[in-house]
């Protein structure tokens, strides 16, 4: 299996432009989640999806945030408009149901706003 | 109180010592527990998964699991410097909260030769 497959790797952009990230979640999973990491605060959940529904997008820090999974091996994340504070490394991960809970992370996007 | 809390660090610990890696939680409905190592500029990468109380081997780690004291912990024995990385607790709140994964800030472990 090759994995969570997340794209692009790294991702420089200018304030105010549109940042789309991509994630491929392990085939027969069922759940896939979204995390961005900082210096500061550390790994944090911005949104999870169960069979393709979003469960919780309470960590999803504002409206210029939006995700969608329109099928089981295909998510998004996308920033609009992005700004600086936004740069953040974004995990993509998924897990599957019953007694394999066990997450698994994608290489991540290194975004970077100026 | 926050789900999930380890011991801040930085640890640091000589080349073939035991290093000790303490996790709390917060909820006692917590039914999943993970150890994710992340070496710096990468992904946190699945080492020891744990769901029941007791000790857990797998070469030179060991988890153990109180559920009673809502404790995790993680011991790596024979520390090589390559085992230098951050550690993140995860605990999964399956029955409440659908698969939800909480991480821990992470301990950082620096293993000197």
């Known amino acids: 299996d090759a994995g969570v497959i997340q794209s692009p790797r790294h991702e420089v952009t200018e304030m105010g432009q549109e940042v789309t990230l991509r994630c491929k979640p392990i085939?027969?999973?069922?759940?896939l989640f979204w995390y961005r990491q900082t210096m500061m605060r550390g790994l944090e959940l911005l949104i999870y999806?169960?069979?393709?529904?979003?469960?919780?997008d309470s960590g999803m820090p504002e409206d210029r945030f939006s995700a969608k999974m329109p099928n089981a091996s295909f998510s998004t994340l996308k920033i609009q408009p992005s700004e600086p504070r936004d740069s953040a490394v974004y995990f993509c991960?998924?897990?599957?149901?019953?007694?394999?809970?066990?997450?698994?992370f994608g290489q991540g996007t290194r975004l970077t706003v100026v | 109180q926050k789900e999930v809390e380890q011991n801040s660090g930085p640890l640091s610990v000589p080349e073939g010592a035991i290093a000790s890696l303490n996790c709390t939680y917060s909820?006692?409905?917590?039914?999943?527990f993970f150890w994710y190592r992340q070496y710096s500029g990468k992904s946190p990468e699945l080492i020891m998964s744990?769901?029941?109380?007791g000790d857990k081997e797998d070469g030179r780690f060991t988890a153990q699991l109180n559920k009673a004291s809502q404790y995790v912990s993680l011991l790596i024995r024979d520390s090589q410097p390559s085992d230098s990385a951050t550690y993140l607790c995860?605990?999964?709140?399956?029955?409440?909260?659908?698969?939800?994964?909480?991480f821990g800030r992470g301990t950082q472990l620096t293993v000197w030769p």
């Open positions: 744990i769901y029941s109380n």
């Open positions: 995860a605990v999964n709140r399956r029955s409440s909260t659908l698969g939800r994964l909480y």
């Open positions: 991960a998924s897990s599957g149901q019953g007694t394999n809970t066990e997450a698994f």
């Open positions: 085939s027969g999973h069922d759940y």
């Open positions: 999806f169960n069979n393709n529904v979003p469960i919780d």
């Open positions: 909820d006692r409905g917590s039914q999943s």
